[in-house]
């Protein structure tokens, strides 16, 4: 079974600095999709990026981009330029390529803080 | 607008009570799902439905039922069961296609009194 481990519980950074979010996640596939989302105090998951396994550029969205790292099984999150309303707790997700294989298997969190 | 709608915001039952959570999206999407997520932790997938009139087990899948006879609506059954149903509960769709991009609605809040 896939493993997703995000072993910052907590981060903090001070405004327009930039903060990189860790992830580790165990499988034995070779094809899967990673995903990071934010839950800010509102509590609804919003999907912040994407990354396909087979693609070996990193995605980047605006001030988000990742660090893909297949062979060690590693996907970070960086935020660049932190703004106040990046406060929220982070998640790692993985799903399955395989066809069928529905499941977010999700990291338990990093709490993100931003210092003015 | 299009988006996921779920209802109530607060729930709150009594023990050997049935309870039932909402979740409604107009965004055309084919696949729906139900997550529970509790304190310190990340979410749990309850069920799945990648079609109407199909739905599949999750990892936490006792204590809960499902059912799937519209497109729109995938409404969440807490059944007396369910021992430990304090949590919070996100409802998802995806569209069709390879990647699955998984949308989330606001989410209930489920106290047991």
């Known amino acids: 079974a896939q493993t997703v481990t995000q072993s910052q519980p907590e981060m903090s950074v001070q405004e327009a600095e930039t903060v990189t979010l860790s992830c580790t996640y165990d499988t034995s596939e070779s094809d899967y999709y990673l995903f990071w989302y934010k839950q800010p105090p509102s509590r609804q998951m919003i999907l912040v990026i994407r990354q396909e396994a087979y693609k070996q550029q990193n995605a980047t969205e605006n001030r988000f981009s990742v660090n893909f790292q297949k062979a060690a099984k590693s996907f970070s999150l960086k935020i660049s330029d932190s703004q106040l309303g990046d406060a929220a707790m982070y998640f790692c997700?993985?799903?399955?390529?395989?066809?069928?294989?529905?499941?977010?298997?999700f990291g338990k969190g990093t709490k993100l803080t931003v210092n003015p | 607008d299009g988006g996921i709608t779920q209802s109530p915001k607060y729930l709150f039952r009594k023990e050997g009570q049935n309870v039932t959570l909402s979740c409604e999206q107009n965004?055309?999407?084919?696949?729906m799902y139900w997550y529970r997520q509790d304190p310190g932790q990340g979410l749990r997938l309850i069920y799945y439905s990648q079609i109407v009139n199909d739905f599949q087990k999750g990892d936490i899948a006792e204590g809960y039922s499902v059912s799937r006879e519209k497109k729109e609506s995938f409404p969440l059954t807490v059944t007396s069961a369910q021992k430990n149903p304090t949590a919070f509960y996100l409802c998802?769709?995806?569209?069709?296609?390879?990647?699955?991009?998984?949308?989330f609605g606001p989410g209930t809040r489920l106290l047991v009194l």
């Open positions: 998802a769709s995806a569209s069709g296609g390879a990647i699955l991009n998984q949308y």
């Open positions: 965004l055309n999407h084919d696949a």
């Open positions: 997700a993985y799903r399955s390529a395989q066809g069928g294989s529905e499941k977010l298997v």
